[in-house]
């Protein structure tokens, strides 16, 4: 029988804070968090759960286990009427916490308030972890210093290696046996922290995190690498006191930010029957819609922009968006920003002091595939689509359609650039996609995509290098609160 794990509480707080399990990296102990000692400043009873393999825990086959942890943690739990709870993992802890979160919910404890993630794919992505389980021990500690950032001196620390390596080796056990399986999406928001200079998990893959929530999901990128917990403590530490506390507003985008939100039009009926956030003209073009849907869909982008522009510091009123030469909308303020609609889905990229362009595309079979490569591919771009199995089309064909319009919005030209006259073609999912473009739009090469994994979505935003720091939220019902407005005269 498997004995549940200790915790070691690493803060002093008031009685009846909440609570904040925190489940380490691989390899990594209560040390991983010990720039949270004094961060939160008594907002949370913080307690890191001592795996096996470290502090002289032996590390049995199979010792690493979802389910102990999950009774441990449901052991320390107070009664429902209490206090709230919260669960962070780092890297390999972040899929453990999963998990966890998971094995809490088979057990009839109540849930935690969130689940905070750092530094971690997706549950259905194999960890980088898993694929050095063959590596000598050098080996291995070489790639932990240099895909990871760990620090070069663990070459010289014997008795630090003597340490280290056991709990990768237990770690990587657990990493190299899981196998995700799909289950009800958890019922509380995942808040994700990514670092922009991660070698192993590039900020956009983190978006997949969403899928497995049905309430709120939101990214923070940082400007760190894998191991920011050493470097950024404090920074995600505030990050997660305002979330958690419900403190925290909508800043403004630093130089180097942009912040993407996400909207279901389906999930947000009362901002979609808002008509009276309208604009006149707004309100005019609604009525004429004969579908409702459609309706429905127009009103809610419209109100959901007005808001989120609000909370950024914009006050519009209902009357009517202001509009550059050429027909780009703009806040005449520094804020700039770029809308996008699918169906139901809206996207809505915000920057500071630079321009932005963003695009979404639900996934859906194209109308006419023949029209979509003779109107919006170049020569290349045609061959390596009809090159493509008929699987891969679909998906190849949004991305490049969301690409291009990404950075003709963000551009400013709008319709007016044949989308042919520019492409992507050779360029690999996954990684920032620049354009080759003609000598009559050559301006357009200067600015970078980056693609956005929705789900059942594809979205791509657009801007200048150098490469930006991404913020992703999705809205949530209530989140962007409904305004009185007086109309204009």
């Known amino acids: 029988m498997l004995l549940d794990p200790p915790f070691a509480s690493l803060t002093r707080s008031l009685p009846g804070a909440p609570l904040l399990f925190c489940i380490p990296y691989a390899g990594g102990d209560v040390s991983a968090f010990w720039a949270w000692r004094h961060a939160f400043e008594g907002a949370f009873d913080v307690r890191v759960v001592m795996l096996p393999g470290r502090d002289g825990r032996i590390a049995r086959p199979g010792a690493l286990a979802p389910e102990s942890i999950a009774r441990s943690i449901a052991a320390h739990l107070p009664p429902v009427a209490g206090p709230a709870y919260a669960i962070y993992g780092h890297s390999m802890g972040a899929r453990l916490a999963f998990e966890v979160v998971r094995e809490l919910r088979r057990l009839g404890a109540h849930p935690p308030l969130r689940l905070y993630v750092g530094a971690a794919h997706p549950p259905e992505r194999q960890e980088t972890l898993a694929r050095w389980t063959s ?67 590039v900020d956009p893959s983190m978006l ?71 604009s006149p003209k707004e309100a005019a073009r609604a009525a004429r819609f004969r579908r409702q849907e459609h309706k429905d869909w127009y009103v809610g982008r419209s109100v959901v922009l007005r808001r989120l522009l609000r909370d950024y510091g914009v006050e519009t009123g209902v009357e009517e968006l202001r509009i550059k030469p050429g027909g780009k909308p703009y806040t005449g303020t520094d804020l700039t920003f770029s809308m996008s609609q699918s169906g139901g889905l809206v996207l809505v990229a915000l920057a500071w002091g630079r321009e932005v362009g963003a695009d979404v595309e639900r996934i859906r079979p194209l109308a006419n595939e023949q029209a979509f490569c003779e109107g919006a591919l ?72 980056t693609h956005l994994p929705l789900g059942r979505a594809i979205g791509a935003v657009a801007v200048r290098s150098p490469r930006f720091r991404l913020r992703f939220e999705t809205v949530r019902q209530g989140q962007t609160e409904p305004h009185r407005v007086e109309a204009a005269g």
């Open 135 to 201: 590596l000598d021990d050098e080996e291995l500690l070489d790639e932990v210093i240099h895909r990871l950032g760990a620090p070069t001196e663990l070459r010289s620390q014997p008795e630090v290696k003597a340490l280290l390596v056991p709990a990768l080796r237990t770690d990587m056990a657990w990493l190299r046996g899981y196998r995700h399986t799909r289950q009800a999406p958890l019922s509380h928001p995942i808040v994700a922290f990514a670092g922009a200079h991660d070698r192993e998990v």
């Open 378 to 449: 170049d020569e290349r771009e045609a061959a390596e689509f009809a090159a493509l199995p008929e699987e891969l089309r679909l998906q190849s064909a949004l991305r490049t359609w969301t690409a291009k319009e990404a950075v003709l919005k963000a551009s400013g030209d709008g319709l007016r650039v044949d989308p042919a006259l520019f492409g992507f073609a050779g360029q690999q999912p996954g990684a920032t996609w620049v354009p080759e473009a003609a000598p009559e739009v050559a301006r357009l090469a200067e600015w970078q995509v």
């Open 208 to 278: 997949g995190w969403a899928r497995h929530t049905s309430s709120g999901f939101r990214l923070h990128t940082l400007d760190a690498g894998h191991l920011f917990l050493n470097t950024h403590g404090e920074q995600v530490a505030r990050a997660i006191a305002e979330d958690f506390h419900g403190t925290g507003t909508p800043d403004q985008p630093g130089e180097d930010d942009v912040h993407v939100w996400l909207a279901d039009l389906a999930r947000l009926p009362e901002a979609c029957a808002a008509v009276g956030e309208l």
